[in-house]
Structure formats: C-alpha cells, structure tokens
C-alpha cells in the first residue's frame, strides 16, 4: 500500500474512519476481507484522512486485510491505522504478541485502545490504576521506537471522567508525554448529550493541552451532535463510520459530521470537491455491506431532498431554495418531487421536468396527469418510489398510447406441489411481437419467478437488449389487511441494467397479477431507456 500521509498529525483536523473494525461490529453485517479492500478504495476516494483497518493479531481477517493492503491499495488521500490494546499487565510491550502484530501489519498509524474508566482498569482489566498507565506509557513509546506514529482511544472516557475525572486525565497524559499525536475521548456507551460533551472537551483541552479527538456512539440520536459539539469545543480528530454503522445503534455517521462541518460550520475538512462524491460513496458501500441504503439519512438518503406535499411544490417551482436546508448537489445528491394523491399541478410540472418532460405549456395535460395520479393513488398504486411507473403514465397521456413493445394474448401460473419436494411454477405466455406470435413456457421457484422466464423467453429473439435486464428486488404490501386472503395486493419490482435501476409498480386483487403489471412494465420501461424501437 502506499499512501501521503500527513507528516505533523496535530497540524491539520483528522477526518478518522472506522467503518472497517467499529462499523463491522454492526448486528448482522459481516465483511469480507475483499469487501474491506473495496469499502477503503471507497473511503478514499471520499478524502477521509485515516482508514483504520481492522485488529490485526487478534482477528485472523484483519491480519489477511493488511497483509493484502500493503500490495493492493494505492491511496492518494488516507493513511491507513492499525487498531490494537495496549501491552498486558506485566509484559513488556516489546515481548506482547499483540503489540507486535501492530507492527508488522505495516500501518504506518497505530491506534490504541486503552482503559481511562479505573473501574475498568480494577474490574474488567484486573490490575492497578499505576499498572495501567505504564500499559499506556510503555506501548506508545515501543511503537514510537518502531517509526509508528500513535493514536489513543481512551475507552469509556465520559463514564470514567464523572467517576474520577483525576485518573482519566492521567490516562490521557501518559499517552501525549509518551509520544501519542492525539488522544480521541470516546463515549463508549452512547449515553452522552452534546452539552456535557462539550463542557468535557473544554476542561479536558485547558487540562493537557494535547490534541483531542472524538469518538461517539449514537445511543442517545446524539452522536453527530455530540461529534460537532466536541470540535466547537477544541477536538481537532473526528472518528466516525460511513452511514453510521456500528454495534447497537450504530456510530456517528461520518458523512452527517464532514456535510455539516463543511456546509454548515464552514469548516474544509475533506479535499477540494470531494464532499460532491458522498452520496455515490454511501450507496455504494451500502451494495458492499449488503446493508439496504437508509432513504432518510441525512444528505445522502434518498428522500432527504424529496418533496411530496402540493403546497411545497408549488413553492419549489418558484425557488428550490424555499424549502431546503442546502443545495443537494453539494454532496452528490438530487432534488426529487413526489407523486401522490397529494400532489397538485407544480408536483407533477417539477416531477415532469425530472424526467425530461416540459409540461408546463399545458394546462390540460397536466390536470389529466393530476387527476390520474390521484385516481391511481386512490386504488392502491404509488408513484413516489416508482419514477419508472409515472414515466409510462406521462407517456401515455403525452402520447395518447402507452409505451409497448408486444400485444399480449394471454398468460397463466400453474404451481405444483410434490411431496418429496419444494413448490415449482409453471407460466406460459402467448403474446405477438415482431410480427409473429410468440409461445414460451419458464419455470420458477414462484409464480413472478415463472413469468419473468417466460416473459423473457418469448421476448428475447425479438429484443435481445432484454438479457442486459435484471430482476433486483421484488416487494409486496397487502394494503387492506382486514379483509384477509381477498385483500388488494401492490407489488414493487426493481429492474437493473447494470448501470441503473428503476421500479414499477402494479396492483391488484390477485398478487400474481400486480405483480405480472410491474413485471411488464419494467421491461418496457428498460427497452425504453435503451433507445430500442418497436419491432
């Protein structure tokens, strides 16, 4: 790996990551060492200053991650960390095993994890307050001795400092006479509030003099709060973990605290134009993880500039600035308007232009588009995650004929059951397309399953731009759930041609039937963004 580091660690603020090891503590999140590989090419290209990797010595997956970074990772903004404990009790730091993976992981950076709550010192590490200092002392000047430049997280900090506020300042100091750049507080359990974190920072900043660093967890909501109101108060080294993974209920979202330092405090923390890569960044590590992207997150959610009430939009159409908080491109995101049965005549103009249709000229075709919109809405259907859906409508009132590509005849779903078995469906489609009638039979393990590989099957000699298509993802809500097994159905099916998605969406009394609506749709829609004609 190579990487520029900054070479005076308390000249410049420290944008610290720790997706990689405190974001992969999250319930039900597991990294590969090739995820980790990718999430930190991620990372960097975000700007962060440091990426620490993972506990090499104590996991085998992090020792592999380093072993493989030092030939396979090229960064042009970070520097990588390695994360580890100080030496046991009563071992020297040079004879520690741990310790020593340290340093051949060959992170330039090491950052230690020390007790600083003497509760913890006497009862989880079983040794004396003086013991545990020397642990500090004696670790960060061997390291030192090996041209490792040192970090310390002094665990628990804010529970140890209500306690002993005395000790936990030792700690600290310990760290920064031995040779520790910075000394990162961490509220290890979350329970902090912005106004006590601050009052802390402060005492702590006029006690040592040292460059201090935050780290929070978010289980009071505050933890960006908390991570902005330790920099007001002197902390020059954030840490935080992409879309605020982490154990519990996560860390400080790393993109809220550099958006908010940027844009709100006016404060560059990351290089120039990097900040615009965020939203890309967020949803693309989101696919690594396999974590769904949160659509409310701030700044780079999906919704976090999205506009649904009619009222809004009327106001938006005049000035976008009315009613949001900042430009969304400024972190690479986009400015939405929703449809639904609240949307009124500017909804469907903004929405309109999103798209790439001037409707604003005329008035009538707008009120038929409004008026469907909420007719539709009214019977189940919803427009507001399903642009692909709206699109077709526009279209289809623009044009006066919906988009198609093929006259279906017919089709059906048989699924059968055997007992030695699991259920296995059966669709056949008769439909007409290049001029000539089409029958093809798909299998499935369900019935949307079946129809999708017989829809393709009859479609593809005509349009084999429908094999670059994929099925992504495939969600049903029974929306009146009192009447049961008779209930109407909305399915939403995502499309993929590998650069983009889009959804559509169908409804209906029968489940198989919406979800054959959205289904079809998403392969006209997808033949439609190719630019293919009817054949």
């Known amino acids: 790996m190579t990487s520029t580091p900054q070479q005076d660690g308390t000249a410049a603020f420290h944008v610290y990551d720790t997706t990689l090891r405190d974001g992969a503590q999250q319930e039900g999140l597991s990294l590969s060492v090739q995820d980790k590989l990718a999430i930190a090419t991620h990372l960097d290209d975000l700007g962060v200053s440091y990426i620490e990797g993972g506990w090499p010595g104590a996991i085998p997956k992090d020792t592999e991650f380093f072993r493989?970074?030092?030939?396979?990772?090229?960064?042009?903004?970070?520097?990588?960390?390695?994360?580890?404990?100080?030496?046991?009790?009563?071992?020297?730091?040079?004879?520690?095993?741990?310790?020593?993976?340290?340093?051949?992981?060959?992170?330039?950076?090491?950052?230690?994890?020390?007790?600083?709550?003497?509760?913890?010192?006497?009862r989880a590490l079983r040794t004396t307050p003086a013991e545990n200092l020397a642990m500090v002392a004696d670790t960060v000047r061997y390291l030192r001795s090996e041209g490792r430049r040192v970090f310390l997280d002094a665990e628990h900090f804010f529970d140890g400092y209500r306690h002993d506020p005395a000790y936990a300042v030792e700690v600290l100091r310990a760290a920064l006479e031995s040779g520790a750049e910075v000394t990162a507080l961490c509220d290890t359990n979350g329970g902090m509030l912005p106004v006590e974190i601050a009052d802390v920072v402060h005492a702590v900043h006029e006690a040592t003099r040292g460059a201090l660093g935050i780290h929070c967890h978010n289980d009071t909501g505050c933890?960006?709060?908390?991570?902005?109101?330790?920099?007001?108060?002197?902390?020059?080294?954030?840490?935080?973990?992409?879309n605020g993974y982490g154990e519990r209920t996560g860390n400080a979202d790393l993109l809220t605290i550099v958006a908010n330092l940027e844009l709100k405090l006016g404060r560059k923390v990351l290089p120039a134009g990097r900040l615009a890569d965020a939203t890309r960044i967020a949803h693309a590590v989101s696919e690594i993880t396999n974590v769904p992207p949160y659509s409310r997150q701030p700044y780079v959610g999906a919704s976090a500039f999205a506009h649904k009430a009619g009222l809004h939009a009327s106001a938006i159409k005049v000035d976008p600035d009315l009613y949001q908080h900042t430009d969304p491109t400024t972190v690479?995101?986009?400015?939405?308007?929703?449809?639904?049965?609240?949307?009124?005549?500017?909804?469907?103009?903004?929405?309109?232009?999103?798209?790439?249709?001037?409707?604003?000229?005329d008035r009538e075709l707008v009120t038929r588009v409004t008026d469907r919109v909420k007719a539709m809405e009214a019977a189940g259907y919803t427009f507001e995650a399903a642009d692909a859906s709206f699109e077709l409508l526009v279209r289809e009132e623009t044009d006066g004929a919906r988009p198609t590509y093929y006259d279906v005849e017919s089709w059906r779903v048989i699924t059968e059951s055997k007992p030695a078995g699991d259920a296995v469906s059966e669709a056949t489609v008769k439909l007409l397309a290049g001029g000539e009638r089409q029958v093809a039979t798909g299998e499935g393990n369900g019935p949307v399953n079946a129809l999708d590989h017989a829809l393709r099957k009859a479609l593809l000699p005509v349009y084999p731009e429908l094999d670059k298509l994929s099925l992504v993802d495939f969600k049903v809500r029974i929306l009146d759930a009192s009447k049961g097994t008779d209930a109407v159905t909305r399915v939403l099916i995502e499309t993929s041609d590998a650069s983009t998605t889009w959804t559509t969406v169908g409804v209906g009394a029968n489940i198989v039937e919406a979800s054959w609506e959205a289904l079809r749709d998403g392969l006209v829609y997808g033949l439609l963004r190719q630019g293919v004609a009817r054949r």
């Open 223 to 242: 933890a960006v709060a908390n991570s902005l109101a330790a920099v007001d108060a002197g902390a020059v080294h954030v840490q935080g973990t992409l």
């Open 332 to 361: 690479g995101n986009d400015m939405r308007m929703l449809v639904s049965d609240m949307a009124g005549r500017a909804s469907i103009e903004l929405k309109g232009k999103e798209l790439g249709f001037d409707l604003g000229g």
């Open 68 to 122: 493989r970074a030092a030939t396979e990772l090229t960064f042009r903004n970070a520097t990588l960390t390695a994360f580890g404990a100080t030496r046991k009790a009563g071992v020297a730091a040079a004879d520690d095993p741990q310790v020593r993976a340290l340093v051949d992981s060959l992170a330039p950076v090491v950052t230690l994890v020390a007790k600083s709550d003497v509760r913890h010192v006497e």
